[in-house]
């Protein structure tokens, strides 16, 4: 719920306090369908074991360790430190060339009043760019081919192989933090289900490190009926299994989730898993990103994901990656421009020449950062997909 700011005329006491108790009456009904914000009793009792899963976060990301911490000790030495030192840097030059520039264009370019439901398919572990493009995301679908892991538990593991997996975590983010982009053939060996670098122990690290509270990371699994079921050990035999984490800004901040589900979504492969599709239905006027998405979209084999995309979305932030600007019809859609569209050779193949022309001739210039296959921020470019039928307020001011 956002705030609007009022006039300097004062308010009559009398409508302060109806607003108060209606908002107190309120309350309780709010309460039904999510935590209350500031129950911060029933938060700690629910998520009992957050503490130790910011602890293992905070680990595995090379911030600081507490004393109290149960990987206290397995970070004082100089394979850690070492590690720590490395992370710092790469993360210190990740905020200075890239986050701080997303969102300063971010808060010029992408509304503020769009769904806080946020899709993002082909994402692997990136969180990190879902949050960064949608700070005010809540409800986050992201969808990829890598077993999702579980957490981390560095506790009775050998120096030698807690160092091993460390370092692999940073071999995992290496390409993200230069790039931006994850490449699907590295992520093949290097995000394993069984290590630190899984998708469940990257996520965590970019939430550690961009100040998030983690309260929970448990199974999910959407079932034949195509219902999201919870806290389950095992899913039923053709249940599409997921991770979710729940995590929050701080104290008194909403609480978000983010849901990782392995699924390969191409039209052979959900004609068995039909109830994938059943559920993502359900989540109308969305708002979906897409980066560095092989341009599966454009491919007859993908059909009914680039239908699902355009069907549950209003509001679409992508590269030309994502679905091809030939599918976005003028009628229904709205396209702005951003950027300089070229293509690397391997996907030659894949000439836009609609998007080609209309971004030489529509496009608001440059992107001040890397986005997508484009390495450098004089070869990326972004395209903003929004519903017609749902225009009607400016962009973030």
Same mark, same amino acid.
């Given at each position: 719920?956002?705030?609007?700011?009022?006039?300097?005329?004062?308010?009559?006491?009398?409508?302060?306090?109806?607003?108060?108790?209606?908002?107190?009456?309120?309350?309780?009904?709010?309460?039904?369908?999510?935590?209350?914000?500031?129950?911060?009793?029933?938060?700690?009792?629910?998520?009992?074991?957050?503490?130790?899963?910011?602890?293992?976060?905070?680990?595995?990301?090379?911030?600081?360790?507490?004393?109290?911490?149960?990987?206290?000790?397995?970070?004082?030495?100089?394979?850690?430190?070492?590690?720590?030192?490395?992370?710092?840097?790469?993360?210190?030059?990740?905020?200075?060339?890239?986050?701080?520039?997303?969102?300063?264009?971010?808060?010029?370019?992408?509304?503020?009043?769009?769904?806080?439901?946020?899709?993002?398919?082909?994402?692997?572990?990136?969180?990190?760019?879902?949050?960064?493009?949608?700070?005010?995301?809540?409800?986050?679908?992201?969808?990829?081919?890598?077993?999702?892991?579980?957490?981390?538990?560095?506790?009775?593991?050998?120096?030698?192989?807690?160092?091993?997996?460390?370092?692999?975590?940073?071999?995992?983010?290496?390409?993200?933090?230069?790039?931006?982009?994850?490449?699907?053939?590295?992520?093949?060996?290097?995000?394993?289900?069984?290590?630190?670098?899984?998708?469940?122990?990257?996520?965590?690290?970019?939430?550690?490190?961009?100040?998030?509270?983690?309260?929970?990371?448990?199974?999910?699994?959407?079932?034949?009926? *195509?219902? /999201?079921?919870?806290?389950?050990?095992? %899913?039923? #035999?053709? @249940?599409?299994?997921? &991770?979710? =984490?729940?995590?929050?800004?701080?104290?008194?901040?909403?609480?978000?989730?983010?849901?990782?589900?392995?699924?390969?979504?191409?039209?052979?492969?959900?004609?068995?898993?039909?109830?994938?599709?059943?559920?993502?239905?359900?989540?109308?006027?969305?708002?979906?990103?897409?980066?560095?998405?092989?341009?599966?979209?454009?491919?007859?084999?993908?059909?009914?994901?680039?239908?699902?995309?355009?069907?549950?979305?209003?509001?679409?932030?992508?590269?030309?990656?994502?679905?091809?600007?030939?599918?976005?019809?003028?009628?229904?859609?709205?396209?702005?421009?951003?950027?300089?569209?070229?293509?690397?050779?391997?996907?030659?193949?894949?000439?836009?020449?609609?998007?080609?022309?209309?971004?030489?001739?529509?496009?608001? *210039?440059? /992107?001040?950062?890397?986005?997508?296959? %484009?390495? #450098?921020? @004089?070869?990326?470019? &972004?395209? =903003?997909?929004?519903?017609?039928?749902?225009?009607?307020?400016?962009?973030?001011?």
């Amino acid at each position: 719920m956002k705030i609007e700011r009022t006039s300097g005329r004062s308010v009559p006491r009398t409508v302060i306090t109806l607003a108060v108790l209606m908002l107190l009456g309120l309350s309780g009904f709010v309460s039904c369908g999510r935590e209350s914000f500031d129950d911060e009793k029933h938060i700690q009792s629910k998520y009992a074991n957050a503490a130790y899963l910011n602890q293992v976060a905070a680990f595995i990301s090379g911030l600081a360790v507490a004393p109290d911490s149960p990987f206290y000790a397995q970070s004082q030495n100089k394979q850690y430190a070492s590690y720590k030192e490395q992370a710092d840097k790469a993360w210190t030059q990740y905020d200075q060339v890239k986050f701080q520039k997303i969102v300063a264009w971010r808060d010029k370019y992408i509304r503020s009043d769009i769904s806080t439901t946020v899709f993002y398919p082909f994402s692997g572990p990136d969180i990190l760019n879902a949050l960064n493009f949608f700070p005010d995301g809540e409800d986050f679908t992201m969808i990829g081919l890598e077993s999702f892991g579980e957490v981390p538990d560095p506790r009775n593991m050998p120096a030698d192989k807690v160092a091993a997996n460390l370092n692999g975590v940073m071999h995992a983010l290496r390409t993200l933090l230069n790039l931006n982009f994850f490449r699907t053939s590295e992520m093949m060996g290097d995000v394993k289900a069984e290590s630190f670098s899984s998708i469940t122990g990257l996520m965590m690290c970019f939430l550690a490190r961009f100040k998030y509270e983690i309260l929970d990371v448990h199974k999910v699994y959407v079932n034949g009926e *195509g219902k /999201l079921v919870e806290n389950e050990t095992k %899913g039923k #035999n053709g @249940d599409v299994p997921g &991770i979710e =984490i729940v995590f929050r800004k701080g104290k008194g901040q909403p609480l978000r989730r983010a849901r990782f589900f392995k699924i390969d979504v191409s039209d052979n492969a959900l004609k068995k898993t039909p109830h994938f599709v059943v559920y993502l239905k359900k989540q109308t006027g969305v708002t979906t990103f897409m980066k560095s998405a092989s341009y599966l979209l454009s491919w007859d084999n993908f059909t009914t994901m680039r239908g699902v995309v355009l069907g549950v979305s209003d509001y679409i932030v992508q590269d030309d990656s994502g679905c091809p600007m030939k599918y976005f019809g003028e009628k229904e859609w709205k396209l702005t421009f951003h950027g300089t569209y070229t293509l690397l050779q391997m996907f030659a193949n894949q000439l836009q020449p609609d998007l080609q022309k209309a971004m030489k001739e529509k496009s608001t *210039g440059p /992107l001040p950062f890397a986005f997508g296959y %484009g390495f #450098n921020p @004089d070869r990326s470019s &972004i395209i =903003i997909a929004e519903k017609i039928a749902r225009q009607g307020q400016p962009a973030r001011k």
